[in-house]
């Protein structure tokens, strides 16, 4: 049978009812009368320039307004490409930029020159994504997802289409024919290279081919250049935190296996090697680490766990478990309705840990996830990009998120704001220039706080960690203060040594209270004298104060919001702690 995309039955939008009762295998043969024969089909020999989508974007329909700046700016560049005879375009904006809105808006003018159009997705879950997106948009559509079958309907000339299915039902088994487009868009482009991907793409070698990804490389740091000419890059990752559509994330580094084992590690495809990694990682003392460092940093925030495998995985989730932690594993043998379930219980925070053992392949996202633990190491820069993306979506109160690294991957990728140079170049490979970059002496290096593993730039925030306190020595050369300043200071400091009546002590003690209160709720109802004599604990270290009884009126106190430096100090203390419990374990 002929599956070139001019085998489907073309019909109107509105077409008459002929091929209604056209299902999945209802095609075979037989469909042939309703092809169009107005020489719209997209392999009919037309030649480069009597192409029918020149000019498509040219003017943006009213309903396009609610496009930001930077996104109307892409389909502007999208339109100067195409009218530049660009006929493989991929499109590149950070996660959370706002990419399923650029295709939406695409396809809305392009259904609204009368194209047809296909979009692919890798997962059902994006499928339904666009398919939202679409109605808001107010585009008329079908899909083609083995999951959502009720939502079939080939008049339509807007399909969107699951990748995976699409392949199996007009490739792999040839039970039904690809759809007829015009305009092809590929959905999480960096995963367009995949040869069942590319066998689709290839049977339309006419159509305009559209890609959107966060991360325009293979997982490799390969070039996606057998798939796209030409790469239109959108606002970086800092321009859209600073305008506040994406949160900035608040980075620890607790490497919890050395350089030398990560050097020694075997590696396939320019990876660590995932067995050996897993197995390496999967060591009872290093899943306690990554559990006590999670409870130290993170105690009780939503968090997505990126483990290196199932069996890793299973490890992390029987650590959290053990810990009381509600936490549940997710992995690509998961059937679309079990990933809902599972995600949506992240979401309410019944559960609090969520451990994904996916690859790149899979973006869970979860607005409310308020952490980022990468308890494997990698080397792709795409991957550990896409890994980090699943925490900046903004939400409410959500002013940033903790990404907590255990396997030196922004040591050795550098920070996830970092420029990373995007290109189509064949001859470079994005993950080795990431890793040379971040040992290149003139790059400045990302300081890590000695006592709360706080990720920093000093060039941006100075020397001490803003966390807990920290700072570095001073240096041995001599610094010139004013006599006057110096004898002020230390008058100022022997008089004002604190008491339990001190307002820094009791305004700390309160701050102390109001973090008890916000990480852990639930225990701060039930026993709120329990919490009031561990802060008084920790007010005592901060303070120097010496052991006595706790005075009345510290039982009565209310709490407070707790400033960044407390809830630092605290967090700092906590994780001492951890050290010290988890080396005696
Ligand atoms: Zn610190």
Request: one cysteine or more; glycine letters at 8%; proline letters at 6%.
């Amino acid at each position: 049978m002929n599956r070139s995309p001019n085998g489907l039955p073309i019909s109107s939008p509105n077409g008459f009812g002929v091929t209604s009762a056209l299902e999945w295998d209802a095609s075979e043969g037989g469909s042939d009368y309703l092809r169009s024969t107005e020489g719209r089909d997209t392999d009919s020999g037309m030649g480069m320039a009597a192409l029918p989508f020149a000019g498509f974007l040219d003017s943006l329909p009213a309903s396009c307004d609610v496009l930001r700046p930077y996104q109307r700016q892409g389909l502007v560049e999208i339109a100067q490409a195409v009218q530049a005879g660009e006929r493989r375009i991929l499109r590149q904006l950070p996660t959370g930029g706002g990419k399923t809105h650029e295709i939406a808006a695409v396809t809305l003018c392009a259904y609204g020159q009368q194209l047809r159009v296909l979009i692919l997705a890798t997962r059902t879950r994006l499928v339904r994504q666009i398919h939202e997106r679409l109605e808001a948009f107010g585009v008329p559509h079908g899909v083609i997802a083995a999951e959502l079958r009720g939502m079939y309907d080939a008049f339509q000339f807007v399909q969107v289409a699951s990748a995976d299915t699409l392949y199996r039902r007009c490739l792999g088994d040839s039970v039904m024919p690809l759809p007829a487009a015009e305009v092809v868009i590929f959905d999480e482009g960096h995963l367009a290279a995949a040869d069942s991907r590319m066998a689709i793409l290839e049977q339309y070698p006419n159509a305009l081919r559209l890609g959107f990804t966060a991360t325009p490389a293979r997982k490799s740091g390969k070039s996606l250049s057998m798939a796209f000419d030409r790469l239109i890059l959108g606002p970086s990752i800092l321009e859209l935190i600073r305008e506040g559509s994406l949160v900035r994330p608040r980075i620890f580094n607790v490497p919890v296996v050395s350089r030398q084992e990560l050097k020694a590690l075997p590696k396939t495809a320019g990876d660590y090697a995932e067995g050996a990694v897993g197995n390496l990682l999967s060591r009872p003392k290093l899943i306690g680490d990554v559990v006590e460092n999670w409870l130290a940093i993170a105690g009780g925030k939503r968090s997505i766990v990126f483990a290196c495998n199932k069996a890793h995985g299973a490890h992390l989730v029987e650590g959290f478990s053990r810990a009381g932690i509600a936490a549940e594993i997710l992995t690509d043998q998961d059937d679309e309705a079990t990933r809902e379930e599972v995600i949506a219980r992240l979401e309410t925070g019944q559960t609090r840990v969520l451990v994904n053992c996916f690859l790149m392949a899979y973006g869970v996202d979860v607005p409310a996830v308020e952490c980022i633990v990468l308890a494997r190491p990698t080397r792709s820069l795409p991957m550990y990009l896409q890994m980090v993306g699943r925490g900046m979506r903004p939400a409410q109160d959500k002013d940033h998120f903790l990404l907590i690294d255990h396997g030196r991957v922004v040591e050795n990728l550098g920070l996830p704001t970092s420029d990373f140079g995007w290109n189509l170049d064949d001859t470079r490979n994005v993950n080795r220039e990431a890793e040379a970059r971040s040992r290149a002496a003139t790059v400045e290096k990302p300081r890590t706080c000695p006592e709360c593993h706080h990720v920093w730039l000093v060039s941006e925030d100075g020397t001490a960690c803003k966390l807990c306190g920290w700072a570095p020595a001073p240096s041995a050369k001599p610094v010139v203060v004013e006599a006057a300043a110096l004898g002020e200071l230390d008058v100022d400091t022997e008089t004002q040594a604190p008491t339990p009546h001190s307002p820094e002590v009791i305004d700390f003690f309160r701050e102390a209270l109001g973090d008890a209160a916000r990480r852990d709720p639930a225990k701060w109802r039930a026993t709120p004298n329990k919490c009031r004599a561990a802060a008084w604990h920790a007010m005592r270290e901060r303070f120097g104060l010496p052991e006595q009884k706790i005075p009345s009126r510290y039982w009565s106190m209310q709490p407070a919001t707790p400033s960044a430096a407390v809830t630092g100090w605290l967090t700092h203390r906590r994780i001492k702690f951890a050290r010290s419990r988890s080396r005696v374990a």
